[in-house]
């Protein structure tokens, strides 16, 4: 008898990611989005004739940081070559990239996924320049179609850093799960802006399948320039579901790069292996290699700071947070920043609920960032402190946040100047919920009957005649004792 | 100041203004009226009306800078904004840069005034002028023969006195091999000595620009203002002391080492005697003559026939009609407009350079050819270390032959290539090297050619000036007195 065979899918990414400097990668020229055309040009970026690159040295700086947050070796002796094609993109008809000596060497990168930290080997990454923006004009956008092609140089020259990373994922969320966290660092490093809408991080996907225990690798397709998260991984299933079918078929997968349309879901190939093109790829001579000291390098390993992974791992471990609030805090370098600060004077599940839940949602209101408003760390830290010893309720403390947010202040001051403060006295507590017994005979019958849902009729009674002072929860207690006994 | 001003060097002409004798503007008409006469197709363009205002404006000044009113000619491969630049092809007919070339503008900053730009080998791809899209440059002492290339027209200019000094690029011998057909002097410096910046590409790792002058000292003036670090050329080098206007007058105690390689076959008889007469002149001022090898020089310049097309493959892909340059009227799609843009654009010689490299760096070939053409280049860097452990110079015949007649080689690659056995190897190897004229075989110029270890310009140019004022060759080609 026959049995279907199982397949796994072996992917490969290649991430193409914007570096934030002031400059392109070869000339002075500014980097700039959405701009007029053509503004941000010069003889080299135009390849005019005699012209010559220099490399950007804060390029530099920022691939060695990259590489150190990708755990990669950096290279003591790296080079550019020329990689040659034709392309009214490419000015030059060459794009200056790394071929043998990349900037950085092998690493491996920890991301974090549902079913717990994950790792992915990283082949390399290198520098290399972007090619200018073709607008196709007429047709619906294509090149195929279009009635004429024109060129914005303004992006042509902007430095990359291609990060290729190991053939080792099988699941595409975990491909998806590997970008976000990649994502995440590199723009909490300051790299790049990471805006994949405008192109900021662009994706490609190698990929091929086996059967199941097969260890040498199928014929892989590649998938060009995906733009988002939800669409690599939705490409890449596709792309698996295709050829897992041409193989169950009989079939057998071809070499070739393919284009995935997240709008109807299909694939089309763009070129075969045949039609591939020969770089020939040789050492570019216009530029010098790059020798990065070692103390230098070093130095930019000791500044790197905590990455998003270690910081969510140690919330968790360390102080309690679940994934989930980890995760949110852990969204921006800022917030995390400030979240941490919270969690030095308070206690940090608590920081934690607050900072992802109340002052986000407040601030939100008046288009603030915690660290830019006026509840500083130890605000925030008094109200919590004062929730936490009943000294002050819930409604009143969420009331205290909102006077911080508009004039700033010292929130006890502000609970003693508006008399905000817990009414702990008992007594006064009892004799509270005495007369609204006495006031209202309808919902007491009702409570007596069964029907717990009264007792927030009387909480908010109780809390309208203390302007919030008093304790639901008391009210609620000392309610049940004197109706149930 | 007694005689034509035209027949001062560079540096008498810097004199002369200096002691009021002669204004700028005086200079520049003696100079523009033989430019504008210009009957062996030196220039490609003359620019007089910008280059009388510019005397002028020195005339007018209080402070003048050091080279001021002298002027210059410069050769087609560099940028000159607003200053028509075609680099001797009909893929840049009518180009007018937008910026100008970082060593032309040391000159223009240091008061010389540039007159025009002269006559090449398109893209510097050639030893006669004979590819220049544009015509032929004719060798003034010999006008049925070529002036050498690729610089042809900067060489021709400065022997036919239309200009006292002009600025030139060497490859693989394009600066030393037309100075030495002309009968003048031109240097090439260490590779990275110039800034590239501006330098039409031919083949990065071995252009290099540099002076041609009547004179060594005039040439070293020139290379003096030119030579140090530009930062839009990472290639360029800091340079480690000031090149200094020779004056040596004996060579005692200088080690020449004499290659025997580059005496070899097709060496004409009377460039040999000419050559080992200049020598025996050396020994006479106290140098050793020593015999030294390089082994590999041999295969020097099959490695530079891989290497510069290699390069150039590349350097010239940046002419596809799209930004600046010709253009190919009404292709049907992307490919044709390449197709014809580039069929139309280039030059014979040109395509098959192109095509060479092309296929030297073509996945499966490239260990072939590129990879083993930079290890000979390693080999023959490693023999100039060796023969430098012992020698202070090396010294040959710049060029195996005296000037040959136009189009006699046109139709053989190979000998043209040949042209520039003996100064190939100093190329790939990156090292200083000058050419003087050192006597004449038949009435035509010989070239002695000096070299030594990297940033030893000093060093050559001042054995070069003993030699010289030796020699006291007559740099006036026979005709041109009047």
Excluded at chain 1, 348 to 361: D, H, T, Y
Excluded at chain 1, 390 to 416: T, Y
Excluded at chain 2, 262 to 285: K, N, Q, S, W
Aim: aromatic residues 6%.
């Amino acid at each position: 008898m026959m049995t279907a065979t199982a397949y796994e899918a072996v992917i490969g990414l290649e991430i193409h990611a914007q570096l934030r400097t002031r400059t392109k990668m070869f000339c002075a020229c500014e980097l700039s989005f959405g701009d007029e055309p053509n503004v941000h040009t010069c003889p080299v970026c135009l390849a005019h004739p005699g012209a010559l690159p220099v490399t950007n040295a804060e390029a530099v700086r920022l691939a060695v940081i990259a590489g150190h947050a990708l755990g990669c070796e950096i290279a003591t002796h790296s080079t550019f070559h020329r990689k040659n094609y034709f392309y009214p993109d490419l000015p030059k008809a060459y794009q200056i990239s790394q071929f043998d000596e990349p900037i950085c060497g092998p690493g491996r990168f920890r991301f974090l996924t549902p079913d717990g930290e994950k790792e992915l080997g990283i082949t390399r990454a290198h520098l290399e320049e972007d090619a200018a923006k073709l607008i196709h004009v007429g047709g619906d956008g294509r090149r195929a179609g279009a009635e004429q092609s024109i060129v914005d140089f303004n992006r042509g020259g902007t430095p990359l850093l291609e990060i290729v990373t190991e053939p080792e994922l099988s699941d595409p969320a975990d491909a998806s799960a590997f970008l976000r966290q990649l994502r995440l660092t590199l723009v909490q490093l300051g790299i790049t802006d990471g805006n994949m809408e405008e192109g900021s991080l662009r994706c490609d996907a190698n990929i091929s399948i086996r059967p199941v225990g097969e260890t040498t690798l199928g014929t892989k397709t590649e998938l060009k320039n995906m733009n988002s998260f939800t669409f690599i991984e939705r490409g890449i299933t596709a792309e698996i579901a295709r050829q897992t079918a041409i193989v169950a078929g009989g079939g057998a997968v071809t070499q070739e790069t393919l284009h995935y349309d997240p709008t109807t879901g299909e694939i089309h190939s763009l070129r075969s292996k045949e039609e591939a093109h020969d770089y020939r790829y040789f050492p570019e001579p216009d530029l010098v290699a790059l020798a990065p000291d070692p103390a230098w390098v070093a130095d930019l390993k000791a500044g790197l700071p905590e990455l998003p992974v270690d910081r969510r791992r140690r919330w968790v471990a360390d102080l309690g947070l679940t994934d989930e609030d980890a995760e949110v805090l852990a969204e921006t370098r800022e917030l995390g920043d400030y979240f941490e600060r919270v969690a030095a004077v308070a206690p940090p599940k608590s920081a934690a609920n607050w900072v992802r839940g109340e002052l986000r949602a407040q601030l939100r209101e008046h288009d603030q960032e915690p660290w830019q408003s006026h509840v500083t760390p130890e605000r925030l830290a008094e109200i919590i402190a004062m929730v936490e010893a009943r000294e002050v309720s819930m409604p009143n403390a969420k009331a205290v946040l909102a006077d911080v947010i508009a004039d700033g202040g010292d929130p006890r001051a502000i609970v003693e100047a508006k008399g905000l403060g817990a009414m702990n006295d008992e007594g006064e507590l009892e004799a509270l919920v005495d007369k609204l017994i006495a006031e209202n005979a309808a919902q007491v019958e009702q409570l007596r009957a069964g029907k717990d849902k009264v007792i927030g009729f009387f909480v908010g009674q109780a809390m309208k005649a203390t302007q919030g002072r008093a304790d639901p929860g008391r009210v609620g207690e000392l309610l049940r004792q004197k109706v149930l006994g | 100041m007694t005689g034509r001003p035209v027949d001062l060097t560079a540096t008498a002409q810097v004199e002369a203004l200096r002691a009021g004798e002669i204004s700028a503007l005086e200079l520049v008409d003696a100079h523009l009226g033989r430019c504008e006469d210009d009957r062996w197709s030196s220039f490609l363009a003359v620019d007089a009306e910008r280059a009388r205002a510019r005397a002028r404006e020195i005339d007018a000044m209080d402070e003048r800078p050091p080279l001021a009113g002298i002027p210059v000619g410069i050769k087609d491969a560099l940028s000159t904004r607003d200053l028509v630049t075609t680099a001797g092809s009909r893929m840049l007919e009518g180009f007018r840069p937008v910026y100008t070339a970082t060593c032309v503008r040391a000159l223009e900053d240091a008061g010389a005034i540039v007159v025009g730009k002269t006559n090449m080998d398109e893209f510097a791809m050639g030893s006669s002028t004979e590819n220049s899209a544009y015509g032929p440059t004719l060798n003034p002492w010999d006008t049925t023969r070529v002036p050498g290339g690729s610089s042809g027209g900067s060489a021709a200019c400065v022997a036919a006195r239309q200009v006292p000094w002009s600025l030139g690029s060497d490859t693989g011998g394009s600066i030393r091999q037309p100075a030495a057909l002309c009968g003048i002097v031109g240097v090439k410096p260490t590779y990275g000595a110039v800034s590239r910046y501006g330098l039409i590409a031919f083949a990065s790792s071995l252009d290099q620009v540099g002076p041609f002058a009547r004179t060594v000292a005039d040439a070293a003036l020139m290379l003096s203002v030119i030579v140090g670090k530009d930062p839009h050329d990472s290639t360029s080098l800091e340079w480690p002391e000031p090149i200094a206007v020779p004056t040596a007058e004996r060579l005692d105690g200088v080690r020449i080492g004499v290659v025997e390689e580059l005496f070899g076959e097709g060496t004409e008889p009377g460039v040999r005697d000419a050559v080992r007469a200049a020598l025996a002149t050396a020994e006479g001022l106290g140098a050793e003559l020593v015999p030294v090898t390089l082994p590999h020089a041999h295969h020097g310049l099959a490695a530079y026939y891989l290497i510069a097309p290699a390069e150039c493959s590349a350097n010239l892909a940046r002419f596809d009609g799209i930004r600046y340059g010709h253009s190919a009227a009404d292709a049907g799609d992307l490919l044709e407009h390449y197709e014809r843009t580039r069929a139309e654009g280039f030059g014979p010689e040109v395509k098959r350079r192109i095509m060479l490299g092309t296929f030297a760096l073509a996945s499966g070939y490239y260990d072939a050819y590129y990879a083993q053409a930079q290890k000979v280049r390693t080999k023959i860097v490693q023999d100039f270390a060796a023969a430098f452990a012992d020698v202070d110079l090396v010294a040959s015949p710049t060029s195996p032959t005296v000037a040959f007649g136009l189009g006699e080689r046109v139709a053989d690659p190979l000998a043209m290539y040949l042209s520039d056995t003996c100064t190939i190897p100093i190329s790939l190897a990156g090292l200083p090297s000058v050419s003087i004229p050192c006597g004449l075989s038949d009435g035509l110029p010989v070239g002695l050619q000096l070299a030594g270890p990297a940033f030893a310009e000093n060093r050559v140019l001042s054995a070069a000036h003993a030699l010289e004022q030796a020699i006291g060759f007559d740099t006036l080609p026979p005709g041109l007195d009047a």
